[in-house]
């Protein structure tokens, strides 16, 4: 990994004061801001990397690790020290045949919002009790005071994995490779969309006895050809012809187990909503509670009436007896 010098990068000497860094920021960003250079990718990587190296040194606890950093560098690049490992990453191997679908954020990691890779690497302030590379490169090397080997949790790691809803309502297990180990992990029936479920210790490895950090699966339920999953209740749309609409009558509706009976009462009117009672999802965590399946009616107008049908529905709207 190449050495960024940000005071370089800002045209200031590295006695600069927080005054002068952020005239030379204001004067380059300006230059070289992506609206006064539309289509220009040069200029916006020049953009980006002028406004990560502001980002550190006008920050004065940043300003201060990439100084220890710079006086450090050669030490650090022979060193043989991993950083990579304390970063999040897809921690999935090939096994089980599932795709999963790494989602890190360097800005949750650094809150730095993701610059380059030296920038991500090093420059953010990484969330409580987690490990920050430059912390443990440095403790490592005995600690800034060269006395210090402090203990630090490894790096939680999240991913994302897609399911279906069938197996959201009826509960389902998988098994994927994180770092050589096999895993399984349950889903339990009534799983949502965006649940998180935690493997604890599965996380990136801590530093200097430290605990691992967790592992994070994110379920992610893929699109239902038929229903539309609302909380606990499901909707599907079901499309009646007009004399089914008017008269009523009893049709076949799918649900998740099965299709059932429904009767459609007589004077249904288009877009309306008909309730069968414990027809929906599970309700996760709940024995035997499940939520509702609701029928959207979208009742199919006759596009052409024959002349019988046209004659029947004049004489109806004028109150006259249809064949008289």
Do not use: C
Request: neutral net charge.
């Amino acid at each position: 990994m190449q050495y960024k010098d940000y005071y370089q990068i800002l045209g200031v000497d590295k006695k600069a004061t927080e005054k002068e860094i952020k005239k030379a920021y204001r004067k380059l960003a300006t230059k070289y801001h992506p609206d006064k250079n539309p289509d220009d990718k040069a200029a916006e990587e020049k953009f980006k990397e002028i406004t990560e190296a502001y980002e550190v040194l006008s920050d004065s606890e940043k300003r201060k690790k990439y100084e220890q950093l710079g006086a450090n560098w050669e030490a650090f690049q022979q060193s043989g020290f991993d950083p990579n490992q304390y970063q999040q990453g897809n921690p999935f191997g090939q096994g089980g045949g599932h795709t999963f679908v790494f989602e890190g954020d360097p800005s949750e990691f650094f809150g730095g919002g993701g610059g380059s890779s030296f920038f991500d690497m090093f420059f953010g302030q990484g969330t409580q009790d987690k490990t920050d590379p430059f912390e443990a490169f440095m403790h490592q090397r005995g600690g800034r005071g060269g006395r210090s080997r402090a203990a630090y949790t490894g790096q939680d790691l999240q991913a994302e994995m897609d399911i279906t809803l069938e197996e959201a309502y009826k509960g389902s297990s998988r098994t994927f490779t994180v770092n050589g180990d096999n895993l399984r992990i349950k889903i339990k029936p009534g799983a949502y969309d965006g649940q998180k479920l935690r493997l604890k210790g599965k996380g990136n490895p801590g530093v200097n006895g430290g605990q691992n950090g967790d592992l994070y699966i994110v379920l992610r339920i893929n699109p239902d050809p038929r229903f539309n999953r609302e909380g606990d209740n499901l909707v599907i749309e079901q499309e009646v012809d007009l004399y089914t609409a008017l008269l009523g009558d009893q049709i076949s509706i799918p649900t998740m187990t099965g299709s059932v009976n429904m009767r459609i009462p007589e004077g249904t009117s288009p877009g309306a909503l008909l309730r069968l009672k414990g027809k929906g999802m599970p309700v996760y965590g709940k024995t035997d509670q499940y939520g509702d399946l609701l029928v959207r009616i979208n009742v199919n107008f006759p596009k052409k009436l024959s002349d019988a049908e046209r004659k029947a529905f004049e004489a109806l709207r004028k109150g006259e007896t249809v064949g008289a």
